[in-house]
């Protein structure tokens, strides 16, 4: 009978110790609106549908193919881009309830050519990391491994922007386009007690088992 409630006290123990340490990644894709879980500055970032040319803020951009708003549009496949109108620097991405996550991916691609561009990730104010990534009008998915619990990251545009020759005629410009973001919540701290909470009842149950003759 000891013998049995031990082998409960760790069966329930271990299924609380995944629940508190997991963190879900969710995808968090972009309509006119924007998106739900993100604010960003409208004066610093739009939205597009590639394929229509239509822009929620600017008005209409006319043909898009080919270009990077159309290859992120198609790596996601998501109708609407967010994208940096006038080349703003830096735009922001802030969680909207202000909860901390952590930022796993995202999509990117630079709308009219190549440069670099600085992503930071805050929490409360404070640089969390930074990290100085390549784009071309090519979409590709980047992959974070240190931008942990923070509350915003930005996109700096760096000042070695070279425009792709193909596109010169139709568009000019130091624009980025942004897809689908991947993030991970933060647990909160009561899961973390839940984990520690388990850990100490397993080892109470494990002393107990070893004091009983």
């Not at 006119?32 to 597009?48: A, H, I, K, M, Q």
């Not at 992120?72 to 496949?77: H, L, M």
């Not at 998501?78 to 830096?90: F, L």
Request: aromatic share 12%; with cysteine.
């Amino acid at each position: 009978m000891k013998q049995r409630h031990f082998l409960r006290a760790v069966l329930f123990s271990a299924a609380l110790i995944p629940c508190a340490v997991q963190a879900t990644p969710q995808t968090i894709t972009f309509g006119p609106d924007g998106s739900s879980f993100f604010t960003t500055d409208r004066l610093e970032v739009s939205y597009l549908n590639p394929y229509t040319g239509e822009d929620s803020h600017y008005g209409r951009q006319g043909n898009l193919l080919d270009t990077g708003y159309w290859s992120v549009a198609e790596a996601t496949s998501n109708s609407w881009v967010a994208y940096s109108p006038r080349a703003y620097s830096p735009s922001s991405f802030s969680s909207s309830s202000g909860e901390l996550f952590n930022l796993d991916s995202f999509w990117l691609a630079g709308a009219w050519g190549s440069q670099t561009l600085t992503i930071t990730g805050y929490a409360n104010g404070s640089v969390i990391n930074t990290t100085t990534i390549g784009v071309d009008i090519v979409a590709q998915e980047y992959f974070f491994s240190g931008f942990l619990g923070i509350d915003t990251f930005t996109i700096a545009i760096g000042n070695d922007y070279v425009p792709n020759a193909a596109l010169a005629p139709r568009g000019l410009g130091q624009h980025w386009t942004i897809g689908s973001v991947t993030v991970s919540a933060v647990p909160e701290p009561e899961t973390y007690a839940m984990m520690l909470a388990g850990l100490a009842m397993i080892g109470a149950v494990a002393r107990r088992r070893r004091k009983t003759p």
